[in-house]
């Protein structure tokens, strides 16, 4: 059987679906072109992450295809409901990436809080020159211990998130509309674990007493942050959002860090991937990553080999 690895796959995946005895390609196949490479090379399981989509018209004129897998969270690109009416397996890796995100959105905050995103850009520029003022800029950083960190959406990322935190000293808030109470169990190096019980916060509580307010949330049809969030946020709080683009209101956003209402915000995802707006790109207080929140070598291989071992258990 083929397998259609359109957005490319781990070795660690690829091997174990070899050993499986499937056939992978890990051709990258243009959008436009998807329907006829699926058909011509009998592609049955097509595998994604989020740049190729799967709609309505590829499953209609694909009827070899027996399952769709996205290599990650969020089946936003797929249509997924659609899918199942038409019998086909539909399936993600929900925890595979968690940790990787989380361990993003505090690279962000560590150099958010201490300015590394402005000073890496501007020490190449004038740390010969202007030692003295850069250092005097950057010398207001703040600590993350005993500060709070609001965490919207309290899902598997969320709680990844909420370990780190609690790790460095914070405070943990959370609003979930699906949870009313949540536990999470922090490890150690040595095996050893301590739980904590963590507050389901109204989302109102959340954004009036957070610090710093990460975002892990699906994709939405409205904003989860607008204005008028930001309207209720902290003076000088930091947003973080490593979730999906489209959750922020970005014009809102530019307003309130260049009013002072934000310190800084950091994002991983953005409205109008792959072409971010150039107001969010060249903002001084804004710390910037490409979508890689998943894109470490253990999430790759653990979504590699977590999306085989579904495959061969379907298939088989």
Not at 80 to 108: C, M, Q, W
Not at 116 to 127: A, F, I, K, T, V
Not at 141 to 154: A, N, P, Q, S
Not at 216 to 240: C, N, T, W
């Amino acid at each position: 059987m083929n397998i259609l690895a359109n957005d490319g796959i781990s070795q660690s995946g690829i091997d174990a679906l070899t050993q499986a005895g499937f056939n992978v390609s890990t051709t990258t196949v243009a959008q436009e072109q998807l329907m006829d490479h699926i058909n011509s090379e009998n592609i049955v399981v097509l595998l994604v992450r989020s740049a190729t989509t799967v709609r309505k018209d590829l499953i209609d004129s694909c009827p070899n295809l027996k399952i769709i897998g996205r290599g990650g969270v969020g089946m936003d690109n797929i249509d997924v409901d659609y899918a199942r009416e038409k019998g086909l397996h539909v399936i993600n890796t929900p925890a595979a990436s968690s940790a990787s995100v989380a361990e993003l959105v505090f690279a962000h905050l560590y150099g958010s809080v201490r300015f590394l995103h402005d000073s890496n850009r501007n020490m190449p520029l004038e740390g010969d020159s202007n030692f003295k003022k850069l250092k005097k800029s950057y010398g207001g950083g703040v600590e993350l211990r005993g500060k709070t960190m609001g965490i919207i959406g309290f899902g598997r990322i969320g709680q990844e998130t909420a370990k780190i935190a609690l790790g460095v000293g914070m405070k943990v808030v959370a609003y979930d509309k699906f949870m009313e109470e949540a536990t999470v169990t922090v490890p150690f190096f040595d095996g050893r674990t301590i739980d904590f019980s963590i507050q389901i916060a109204s989302f109102e509580e959340v954004l009036q007493s957070s610090d710093f307010i990460s975002l892990h949330v699906p994709a939405q049809k409205e904003y989860v942050i607008g204005k008028k969030e930001f309207d209720s946020m902290k003076q000088g709080a930091g947003l973080i959002n490593a979730a999906r683009g489209g959750v922020i209101d970005e014009v809102a956003l530019v307003e309130a860090l260049d009013s002072g209402k934000l310190s800084f915000a950091a994002l991983d995802t953005f409205e109008n991937e792959p072409k971010p707006e150039m107001k969010l790109l060249m903002h001084p207080n804004i710390s910037l990553t490409p979508h890689i929140g998943a894109a470490t070598g253990e999430a790759q291989d653990r979504i590699g080999t977590e999306l085989a071992e579904q495959i061969a258990s379907i298939l088989s």
